[in-house]
């Protein structure tokens, strides 16, 4: 019997810390997570809100105050954030402005000097822009101790979770609207769990273990009826676009109106990646005993044991669809992008497309932002990876906010999934959910 009970605390920032008193708007990235990241920010005791949903209004800022040379989320989340800073009760002092940011191969390490002297020019150069460095796997949240980072972390793979069941659901459900509103259920609770949880590691996690285990309870509940022919599309390509319904115009509903079920590739997956660079480039910078790569190596560890808890509650309803580790996914990337001699996202989306193939996926659409340089370069490699396993069908979808026949390409697509999966090599394996179905269709 324990001798002390355990009383539930929660350590918050002092008013000293350059956050505190202020709101931070986060872009948003997709549905669940950013929620769960300001969630974990105002347990902090930091004011944090999710930009508001894109539209037309994102589409005419973005428009007037970039030149068409950056990339369209560029384009979205300026415009999201000048809507903001437009509002009447702005008040640019106490207002911070979230934008992550990298050294990466592309033109995404440009975002936050961009945002900067937008709002310089704007007149609203006294707005704060925080810029978390994917260089440290996006863990240098000023001053912020290993708590918030591991929290963030389990808001992100708990949002992660969410998006799965849900795109596992919704194609199958029998009741329109159900499997959308146990995901938006699911998404309050999980906020709410971890904005008011405990200071004390072990007991968060319980917390969230529990959180997502009724929101196990509420897709359960969803009636449905699994279909084994429905084919499986992964979805691969550029973070944003891909996570960010507005920008590609959902075009994971899309999908699943004419049919498919979708797999997308998660944020835990490049949050890892990225881990894994920090390591390399310490390596590089011959500081392999330092007390940095000590660091990032328990960071990432700690990280994959929490991850593996989280996910392990779902062993069953994810039988099929596992996630694969970074290493694999390099690995098998190694045909086409040998990494590290090519990095970012195209190494990812053809080692990702590679595990999905091999998954049993019945195709991969690739979605990305018009010009993008990781989706040009992916589409001009897709075809070979296509031919090495038997032809299986990758299309990429490009966006700018431009409206385009978009169901009649989905529909045509989706005629050449149906196609490959009848001679696909590799067959899928589905989880207890779908069997479970089939006895009661033969009971
Ligand atoms: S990944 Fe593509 S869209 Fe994103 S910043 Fe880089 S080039 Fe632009």
């Given at each position: 019997?324990?001798?002390?009970?355990?009383?539930?605390?929660?350590?918050?920032?002092?008013?000293?810390?350059?956050?505190?008193?202020?709101?931070?708007?986060i872009p948003d990235l997709a549905e669940g997570s950013v929620e769960a990241l300001c969630a974990v920010l105002r347990w902090m005791g930091i004011h944090a809100l999710p930009t508001p949903h894109p539209d037309g209004c994102t589409l005419e800022l973005g428009g007037k105050y970039t030149t068409g040379d950056e990339c369209f989320p560029a384009k979205i989340t300026t415009g999201d954030l000048i809507k903001i800073a437009?509002?009447?009760?702005?008040?640019?002092?106490?207002?911070?402005f979230f934008m992550a940011t990298t050294d990466g191969p592309c033109r995404f390490g440009q975002y936050a000097p961009f945002l900067r002297k937008?709002?310089?020019?704007?007149?609203?150069?006294?707005?704060?822009?925080?810029?978390?460095?994917?260089?440290?796997?996006?863990?240098?949240?000023?001053d912020f101790d290993n708590a918030?980072?591991?929290?963030?972390?389990?808001?992100?793979?708990?949002?992660?979770?969410?998006?799965?069941?849900?795109?596992?659901?919704?194609?199958?459900?029998?009741?329109p609207g159900a499997a959308d509103r146990a995901f938006r259920d699911s998404v309050a609770d999980l906020c709410q769990t971890l904005e008011q949880s405990c200071s004390d590691t072990a007991c968060q996690m319980r917390s969230v273990t529990a959180s997502l285990s009724r929101?196990?309870?509420?897709?359960?509940?969803?009636?449905?009826?699994?279909?084994?022919r429905r084919p499986l599309i992964g979805i691969v390509g550029e973070i944003?676009?891909?996570l960010n319904t507005f920008s590609n115009r959902d075009l994971v509903r899309r999908l699943e109106a004419q049919g498919a079920e979708c797999w997308m590739s998660d944020i835990a997956e490049w949050?890892?990646?990225?881990?894994?660079?920090?390591?390399?480039?310490?390596?590089?910078?011959?500081?392999?005993?330092?007390?940095?790569?000590?660091?990032?190596?328990?960071?990432?560890?700690?990280?994959?044991?929490?991850?593996?808890?989280?996910?392990?509650?779902?062993?069953?309803?994810?039988?099929?669809?596992?996630?694969?580790?970074v290493e694999t996914v390099l690995r098998l990337a190694h045909p086409y992008l040998p990494f590290p001699g090519a990095e970012g996202e195209m190494v990812m989306n053809m080692g990702r497309s590679a595990c999905l193939a091999r998954q049993g996926a019945d195709g991969i659409v690739d979605i990305s932002p018009f010009t993008c340089m990781n989706?040009?370069?992916?589409?001009?490699?897709?075809?070979?990876?296509?031919r090495d396993y038997a032809g299986i069908p990758i299309r990429n979808f490009y966006f700018d906010g431009q409206q385009s026949d978009l169901d009649r390409d989905i529909a045509i697509y989706l005629e050449l999934a149906r196609s490959y999966r009848e001679r696909k090599p590799h067959q899928r394996s589905y989880p207890v959910r779908f069997s479970r179905q089939e006895e009661r269709v033969a009971s």
């Open positions: 019997m324990p001798v002390l009970k355990h009383r539930c605390l929660t350590r918050k920032v002092g008013a000293d810390h350059p956050l505190a008193g202020k709101t931070v708007y437009q509002r009447p009760d702005f008040d640019a002092k106490r207002t911070v937008i709002l310089r020019e704007q007149g609203y150069g006294d707005v704060q822009v925080f810029s978390p460095h994917g260089e440290h796997g996006y863990s240098d949240f000023q918030f980072v591991r929290s963030a972390w389990r808001g992100v793979v708990s949002a992660d979770i969410l998006r799965k069941l849900l795109l596992q659901t919704r194609p199958n459900e029998t009741q929101a196990g309870e509420r897709f359960h509940a969803v009636p449905a009826r699994f279909d084994h944003f676009c891909r949050i890892a990646y990225t881990n894994m660079e920090e390591v390399r480039n310490l390596r590089l910078a011959g500081r392999t005993y330092s007390w940095d790569m000590l660091k990032s190596k328990l960071r990432s560890r700690i990280q994959y044991a929490d991850e593996h808890s989280l996910r392990s509650l779902f062993a069953e309803d994810f039988g099929g669809y596992e996630e694969p580790s989706g040009v370069v992916s589409e001009a490699i897709y075809p070979k990876l296509s």
